[in-house]
Nanobody, 126 residues
Framework: VQLVESGGASVQSGESLRLSCAASGYTYSSYCMAWFRQAPGKRREGVAAIDSDGSKNYADSVKGRFTISEDKFKNTMILEMSNLKPEDTGTYYC?????????????????????WGQGVLVTVSS
């Protein structure tokens, strides 16, 4: 399984950005895909997730501003980010986990995902 992120860029506060994660070699019928981010000097944190049933979940810090979606025909996961803030700055990682479905509550932990992309940098300036 290979995950390749794209779309990272430097933007101004309030602007929008679209990240993509292209997945290959992934044929599981039950799965969860997610975006994590890691700011300099901080731990990696979950941002948003989507599972094979279409359920979605978001971190409180991005609710109402970020939208996660999936194009199953293209095997691509998208993160639409709007009204970006300086605290959204970090390296964004795509992750995938098999036999993992979302349930109400906190986002799945990073150790629940088997596959990771290399990450893309998003920088938001004030």
């Amino acid at each position: 399984v290979q995950l390749v992120e794209s779309g990272g860029a430097s933007v101004q506060s309030g602007e929008s950005l679209r990240l993509s994660c292209a997945a290959s070699g992934y044929t599981y019928s039950s799965y969860c895909m997610a975006w994590f981010r890691q700011a300099p000097g901080k731990r990696r944190e979950g941002v948003a997730a989507i599972d094979s049933d279409g359920s979605k979940n978001y971190a409180d810090s991005v609710k109402g501003r970020f939208t996660i979606s999936e194009d199953k025909f293209k095997n691509t996961m998208i993160l639409e980010m709007s009204n970006l803030k300086p605290e959204d700055t970090g390296t964004y990682y795509c992750a995938a986990g098999e036999w993992l479905l979302l349930i109400p509550g906190p986002l799945p932990r990073e150790d629940q995902y088997e596959y990771w992309g290399q990450g893309v940098l998003v920088t938001v300036s004030s």
